[in-house]
């Protein structure tokens, strides 16, 4: 496996992160269509199913662009929801089945992907040109074994959102401690209002609130050195990360239904202003902003609160360069699959900016005085940025990312100890 799968550098994440990004417009990728005389149809899986998520609005609107510059190569897309397609596409590679592009997580997740040949490298495809208008650092997760297999479309980072117009009305301090989120859970919980969203039926959501607390109270190096077996998870951060999840569960920060709630019917209460705080990724900052959003204008972006005390530095962030578009080893057309994936990657890229659903991982630039201020304010973070961790459930291969998002469930449940969970944890490193 390529090293720079392991690790990625501060420098190289704040370059990724830290472009400003530009409004949509022509790719060279449509400068012709392709495909010859000869029609051929593309089928494309990706994880966006909500009208809410504005990248279903981008990708709607791309594959729209590149039917009309490419009529003998049609895409078909086709949306399912991100728990249930990651079960999807891992049988469908497994049984030959997969689509000619589909979405993935670099990473672990699509080790075992690679390892079977059932990707296709885009080394030959990326000759063009490609790699020089990708910013530094962008394809490291998706690189193995020093061959390209796929590209990126954004670095999607963790952002701590809260409605200022709540916190104003009832009189609370936004938090920008662990200890000040605490008291503001108990506030709002004194006032009857579920101070924090999670959707933990879908488990990875409610991982994302853990990640941040190791993140916090470790710092960058340590979570990636653990999850590289370098370090052991029975640390005493790790095991106090799961216990500071503990006391917020404990407190009443979370819906009491929270473990029967997907992802999507979570940020329900949140978007009609009546949660005041959610931490999730970069691209929900286009939910909130949509003109049928009761947030529009009310919610501001921050980074995961600070733990006093804690190693990690305040600017260090959960996420990076880790989603992308890759190409079935096995289709019959594939070179209008690679050139569909990198037009698919650049172009939603181009339209991150306006519809505020993430930072792009491409070389692009726009008037950032024409952002909306909570994108701006999501920006800035992605430039503050000292280091980083992809989320864990990408960064592990296989079981081992379920066991994690299984053992972070089991804390909402009230189920295991911290201690417990750190030893359950480690145990993965012993393998």
């Given at each position: 496996m390529?090293?720079?799968f392991k690790?990625?550098?501060?420098l190289?994440l704040?370059?990724a992160?830290?472009?400003t990004?530009?409004?949509c417009?022509?790719?060279?990728?449509?400068?012709s269509?392709?495909?010859g005389?000869?029609?051929?149809?593309?089928?494309f899986?990706?994880i966006?199913?909500?009208?809410?998520?504005?990248?279903?609005k981008?990708?709607?609107e791309?594959?729209k662009?590149?039917?009309?510059?490419?009529p003998?190569v049609?895409?078909v897309?086709e949306g399912?929801?991100?728990?249930?397609y990651?079960t999807?596409i891992?049988?469908?590679?497994?049984a030959?089945?997969?689509?000619d592009?589909f979405?993935?997580?670099?990473a672990?997740?699509?080790q075992?992907f690679?390892?079977?040949?059932?990707?296709l490298p885009?080394?030959?495809?990326?000759?063009?040109?490609?790699k020089?208008k990708?910013?530094?650092?962008?394809?490291?997760y998706?690189t193995?074994?020093?061959?390209v297999?796929?590209l990126?479309?954004?670095?999607?980072?963790g952002i701590?959102?809260?409605?200022?117009?709540?916190?104003?009305k009832?009189g609370?301090k936004i938090?920008a401690?662990y200890?000040?989120?605490?008291n503001?859970?108990k506030?709002f919980?004194?006032k009857?209002i579920t101070?924090?969203?999670?959707?933990?039926?879908?488990?990875?959501?409610g991982?994302f609130?853990?990640d941040?607390?190791?993140?916090?109270?470790g710092g960058?190096?340590?979570s990636?050195?653990a999850l590289?077996k370098k370090a052991s998870?029975e640390n005493?951060?790790?095991v106090?990360?799961a216990?500071?999840?503990?006391e917020?569960i404990?407190?009443g920060a979370?819906d009491?239904a929270?473990?029967?709630?997907t992802?999507?019917?979570?940020?329900?209460?949140?978007?009609q202003?009546k949660v005041?705080?959610?931490?999730?990724g970069?691209w929900?900052?286009?939910s909130?902003?949509?003109?049928?959003?009761?947030?529009?204008?009310?919610v501001?972006?921050?980074n995961?609160?600070a733990?006093t005390?804690?190693?990690g530095?305040e600017?260090?962030i959960?996420?990076?360069?880790i989603?992308?578009f890759?190409v079935?080893?096995?289709t019959?057309?594939?070179a209008?699959?690679?050139?569909?994936?990198?037009?698919l990657s650049?172009?939603?890229?181009?339209?991150?900016?306006?519809?505020?659903a993430?930072?792009?991982a491409?070389?692009?630039?726009d008037?950032?005085?024409?952002?909306d201020?909570?994108?701006?304010?999501?920006?800035?973070?992605?430039?503050?940025?000292?280091?980083n961790v992809?989320?864990?459930?990408?960064?592990?291969?296989?079981s081992?990312a379920?066991?994690?998002?299984?053992l972070?469930?089991q804390?909402f449940?009230k189920q295991?100890t911290?201690e417990n969970?750190?030893?359950q944890?480690?145990?993965?490193n012993?393998?």
């Amino acid at each position: 496996m390529n090293k720079k799968f392991k690790r990625i550098s501060a420098l190289a994440l704040t370059l990724a992160l830290s472009s400003t990004l530009m409004a949509c417009g022509s790719s060279s990728a449509n400068g012709s269509s392709a495909g010859g005389d000869k029609k051929i149809t593309l089928k494309f899986w990706h994880i966006w199913t909500s009208d809410t998520d504005s990248n279903k609005k981008n990708v709607e609107e791309v594959v729209k662009q590149w039917n009309a510059a490419n009529p003998n190569v049609q895409i078909v897309a086709e949306g399912t929801e991100n728990e249930a397609y990651k079960t999807k596409i891992k049988t469908a590679i497994s049984a030959n089945e997969a689509p000619d592009i589909f979405y993935t997580w670099g990473a672990g997740f699509s080790q075992p992907f690679i390892d079977a040949g059932k990707v296709l490298p885009l080394d030959d495809y990326l000759k063009d040109g490609t790699k020089d208008k990708l910013l530094k650092g962008s394809l490291d997760y998706l690189t193995y074994n020093n061959k390209v297999y796929g590209l990126p479309y954004t670095s999607d980072i963790g952002i701590f959102y809260v409605n200022k117009e709540l916190f104003e009305k009832n009189g609370i301090k936004i938090p920008a401690t662990y200890d000040e989120l605490v008291n503001a859970v108990k506030a709002f919980r004194a006032k009857g209002i579920t101070p924090i969203a999670v959707g933990e039926k879908d488990k990875w959501p409610g991982m994302f609130y853990y990640d941040a607390l190791a993140l916090r109270l470790g710092g960058a190096k340590l979570s990636n050195d653990a999850l590289a077996k370098k370090a052991s998870f029975e640390n005493p951060v790790f095991v106090n990360a799961a216990a500071k999840l503990k006391e917020l569960i404990d407190v009443g920060a979370f819906d009491s239904a929270a473990l029967g709630l997907t992802r999507d019917e979570s940020e329900v209460p949140f978007l009609q202003g009546k949660v005041p705080m959610y931490y999730n990724g970069s691209w929900f900052a286009g939910s909130t902003e949509q003109n049928s959003s009761a947030v529009k204008g009310k919610v501001e972006a921050l980074n995961f609160p600070a733990v006093t005390g804690g190693k990690g530095d305040e600017n260090e962030i959960l996420g990076g360069p880790i989603a992308g578009f890759m190409v079935n080893a096995n289709t019959q057309h594939k070179a209008e699959a690679a050139k569909a994936a990198k037009y698919l990657s650049e172009n939603i890229a181009k339209r991150l900016s306006t519809s505020g659903a993430g930072v792009s991982a491409w070389k692009l630039s726009d008037d950032e005085s024409k952002f909306d201020p909570l994108i701006k304010q999501v920006n800035d973070i992605a430039k503050k940025a000292t280091g980083n961790v992809v989320w864990w459930d990408s960064y592990l291969a296989g079981s081992d990312a379920d066991t994690h998002k299984d053992l972070v469930a089991q804390i909402f449940g009230k189920q295991i100890t911290p201690e417990n969970f750190a030893k359950q944890m480690q145990a993965i490193n012993k393998k």
